[in-house]
């Protein structure tokens, strides 16, 4: 898929900004899975992209426009005021969670505005500064499970009991750790092999057991072979629901 894209660091903390106008229509282009929650704007309507747990193929046509704001796993949960695992692979219109009067009178200023990515940032940070802030943990095991630590490390490490581990990171998440650690890997792989890494030194160097496993959770998380996710387009990073988060 050919598209416009552009992203940039938002003011509230753990946030990206981006905007993506799709300008060729290629529907084997994947949303790959990456622990982030976004919420997004396009024509007139404000949705949430939950957590995915394997790729989701966008049905947006040629021209359509989106301006969004993608949280840093955890962090977005606490501004939506929603369990992450309610809205684990799902795109749901903000209006099914936030009273709907609130969020008419949001999408009429995000429609107006001139500027519609800065408009959606000044909602997100007017409403984060009402809300209370998500629990530093949460940025603990991310942290702890992007490095590679075990489940049973990252417990000791942020002080949580594993089947509390497991509750917090449902909730904030939508998944348990070990999930969310195999998506941050996967993650990671990709990074690397978007990079030029070989498949074998990207297996060896993300912690995969060869390149065969490597191979194994590639189709099963972006539902294709690497190479063909390079080569198609899923390489090239995205918004809408189509990218990994900014840390």
């Known amino acids: 898929m050919e598209t416009a894209y552009r992203e940039r660091p938002s003011r509230l903390a753990g946030a990206v900004l981006w905007t993506r106008t799709v300008t060729g229509a290629d529907a084997a282009v994947p949303v790959l899975p990456d622990g982030c929650i976004d ?9 949430v992209a939950g957590p995915d747990t394997a790729a989701f193929r966008p049905d947006a046509p040629v021209g359509a426009e989106f301006a969004g704001i993608r949280f840093f796993p955890g962090s977005g949960p606490a501004l939506l005021g929603v369990p992450a695992d309610e809205i684990r ?11 709907a009067v609130t969020v008419r009178e949001l999408t ?14 000044s909602l997100a940070v007017d409403h984060a500064s009402r809300v209370a802030a998500p629990d530093p ?24 009991h594993p089947r509390a581990l497991h509750r917090r990171s449902l909730a904030a998440f939508g998944y348990g750790p070990k999930t969310l650690a195999r ?4 993650q990671r792989a990709v990074s690397m092999a978007r990079a030029g890494t070989a498949p074998a030194d990207t297996a060896a ?8 496993h490597l191979s194994r959770e590639v189709r099963e998380l972006a539902g294709m072979p690497l190479g063909e996710l390079l080569t198609r387009g ?14």
């Open 39 to 47: 919420v997004m704007w396009r024509d007139g309507l404000l949705v």
């Open 89 to 99: 692979d799902r795109r749901v219109a903000l209006a099914d969670l936030w009273p």
């Open 108 to 121: 009429e200023r995000v429609d107006d505005a001139e500027d519609r990515l800065t408009a959606l940032e």
């Open 137 to 160: 943990v949460l940025r603990g095991i991310v942290a702890a499970l992007d490095a590679g630590s075990s489940i049973g490390e990252t417990a000791r490490r942020t002080g949580l």
């Open 183 to 186: 998506i941050l890997r996967f």
């Open 205 to 212: 160097a993300t912690g995969y057991a060869d390149q065969a």
């Open 234 to 247: 899923g390489a090239e990073p995205s918004g809408g629901g189509w990218s990994s988060c900014g840390g």
